[in-house]
């Protein structure tokens, strides 16, 4: 199989995992609603849909546009800080079960989970989105959405983070 293919295979892949995280997501969302979840911080979401929309895309016409269309080579590092990642995504995802989203969904009277990665760092799942802002253009050899794309996430999480630590410190007062 040629790189070129395999690269296209590995991008859909990361599409593809990242519409199934939007539908267990979307269930956990409904989950959590049915018990009185409550929603905070929806006014930046939409925000954060746009920049993964765009990273993609950002991707796809970055390397189209090289005059070989990708790399000419796998670059095994990027790649295994890429399985990394991955790895630790499922770890997050995992760790929180139904409680994990994309949105900011805090359940009343239930206490945060620290086990799994929030055993040690408080917001595992924003660090590693960053990462692999950084990686998979990197793979592709995309080097300008590498670049553009942690620097616009790092501006949403100035938003989002406090947004979250308000609603999860309310949840002692409810």
């Known amino acids: 199989m040629s790189m070129e293919l395999w690269m296209w295979i590995l991008l859909f892949f990361i599409i593809g995992q990242r519409l199934i995280e939007l539908i267990i997501a979307k269930n956990n969302e409904k989950w959590m609603k049915a018990r009185g979840g409550i929603e905070a911080g929806s006014d930046h979401y939409k925000w954060f849909v746009y920049l993964h929309v765009l990273f993609f895309i950002s991707i796809l016409?970055?390397?189209?546009?090289?005059?070989?269309?990708v790399t000419n080579s796998i670059n095994y590092l990027y790649f295994t800080v890429f399985i990394a990642a991955q790895l630790a995504r499922v770890w997050c995802i995992h760790s929180l079960g139904r409680f994990w989203n994309t949105k900011i969904i805090i359940l009343p009277r239930v206490a945060l989970i620290r086990k799994g990665p929030y055993k040690y760092i408080k917001h595992p799942n924003y660090v590693i989105v960053a990462v692999e802002l950084f990686i998979i253009p990197m793979l592709f050899g995309a080097y300008i959405t590498a670049i553009v794309f942690p620097i616009l996430h790092i501006s949403l999480l100035r938003i989002r983070?406090?947004?979250?630590?308000k609603a999860l410190a309310s949840t002692s007062k409810l």
């Open 61 to 69: 016409l970055e390397t189209i546009s090289k005059p070989d269309h």
């Open 161 to 165: 983070i406090p947004a979250e630590e």
